[in-house]
């Protein structure tokens, strides 16, 4: 079966500080039903002159028409978040170096190496990232949610030991099992400090 692909250019713009140094024209093809956005970010962040060495760098692109009617891809509403390719989660994190900046009187990154760790399940990779929409749940996002639900304690979004909780959990167990063994976790610390932690909070004392 052929694979049609799509071909675009785009020109970037590179700025430190907000002042603009360099500018480009990239181009770059994805296969149809690929995300051109996120394929034209990480196009322009190949450019030469993406270096993270540059204080305060940033850029901005547009796409350039290949027929002068053509209009421009429909641009995304927010912006982009790396995820993981095996499990989904958005907990990746990259190896740096970093050199001390003697007129900024700061650490500033020099380099961030190719490999991209996933927290959650443990890959790593030099592919291991692909860009989604920020907003996107990820499954433990979802995974977190529904047992929060499951357990009617909302609340327990924003704590911490129940993130680590869910870290712990959510590839492994279902949300009814991760729910059993949050309870009877619960009931142990509680009948040991007599903190609740079921529901987020100090349980009630006379």
Not at 52 to 61: G, K, T, W
Not at 120 to 141: G, I, K, M, Q, Y
Request: hydrophobic share 40%; net charge negative.
């Amino acid at each position: 079966m052929t694979t049609t692909t799509r071909a675009y250019r785009i020109d970037v713009e590179f700025f430190s500080g907000g002042d603009l140094f360099a500018s480009d024209t990239i181009s770059f093809h994805i296969e149809d039903g690929a995300d051109v956005w996120i394929a034209a970010y990480l196009a322009a962040e190949a450019s030469t002159y993406f270096n993270l060495r540059i204080p305060d760098l940033s850029y901005s692109f547009s796409f350039v028409p290949s027929f002068p009617d053509d209009p421009a891809p429909t641009s995304p509403a927010g912006g982009l978040k790396p995820v993981c390719r095996d499990c989904g989660c958005d907990m990746l994190a990259r190896d740096a170096s970093a050199r001390w900046d003697v007129q900024r009187q700061a650490w500033a990154i020099s380099d961030v190496y190719d490999c991209t760790f996933c927290d959650l399940c443990n890959a790593e990779s030099d592919d291991l990232a692909r860009w989604v929409p920020e907003n996107d749940l990820t499954p433990f996002d979802r995974f977190a949610a529904a047992l929060a639900d499951a357990l009617s304690s909302p609340e327990l979004a924003f704590d911490s030991m129940f993130h680590l909780f869910c870290v712990d959990h959510a590839l492994a167990h279902t949300v009814e099992d991760a729910r059993t063994e949050w309870i009877e976790a619960v009931t142990q610390r509680s009948s040991a400090n007599g903190v609740d932690r079921l529901h987020g909070r100090e349980g009630d004392h006379a």
